[in-house]
């Protein structure tokens, strides 16, 4: 199974935890193809075509960001309004996301517990994805348990970056494939 991280993080050279995790996945060039969007586009302007012909190229495609305002950086945003077109994405007649899994790939600056009904942003992280989740059934592939990586401040220690970065690339190595859900391309129907 080879795996595309689609990743945006717009300050990486200052980001610990995520410069760290693509470091680690980018010893993996045989399972592994990173595509860091802030790096390739600094002008913002997107490659379409070539960001289509890389998903076309993968089985499992996992968007990597830090989760900040609730949400992904711009250039994701971007990305997924650019690069998930109607009659390439989805849509009668489409099946370029056949076979394939999604999966997202987040930092957290908070603790896991302060996602939580009662607590600080009441919501379960999940429960915040779940636009990413829905972007994935609708375009016809399974998606995946999201990565979270929670408390990242200036406190955390190397190690404990190290660790992460660690279980971060053997959560992809050690992917299993996906089956199609049976529900998978019913809201591609009433598009």
């Known amino acids: 199974m080879k795996t595309l991280v689609i990743a945006a993080h717009p300050t990486l050279e200052e980001s610990r935890v995520n410069r760290r995790w693509l470091e680690e996945i980018r010893k993996y060039p045989e399972q592994i193809t990173v595509s860091s969007l802030y790096e390739k586009y600094p002008d913002g302007v997107i490659d379409v075509a070539a960001e289509q012909a890389l998903v076309e190229a993968h089985d499992r495609i996992v968007w990597q960001f830090p989760f900040y305002w609730f949400n992904c950086p ?12 109607q009659g390439w994405a989805y849509g009668p007649g489409t099946d370029v996301f056949h076979g394939k899994s999604i999966g997202v790939a987040v930092t957290a600056g908070v603790r896991e517990e302060d996602y939580a009904p009662g607590r600080e942003f009441r919501y379960e992280i999940g429960t915040l994805l779940r636009p990413f989740e829905l972007t994935a059934e609708y375009v016809g ?18 190690e404990e970056i190290e ?28 598009a």
Do not use: C
């Open 163 to 190: 660790a992460s970065a660690k279980r971060y690339a053997e959560h992809l190595l050690n992917a299993k494939p996906f089956e199609p859900l049976s529900h998978a391309g019913a809201l591609q129907e009433r």
């Open 141 to 158: 592939a399974p998606y995946e348990e999201p990565f979270v990586q929670y408390g990242i401040n200036s406190r955390t220690s190397d």
């Open 74 to 85: 711009p250039m994701m945003k971007q990305w997924l309004d650019e690069v998930l077109l």
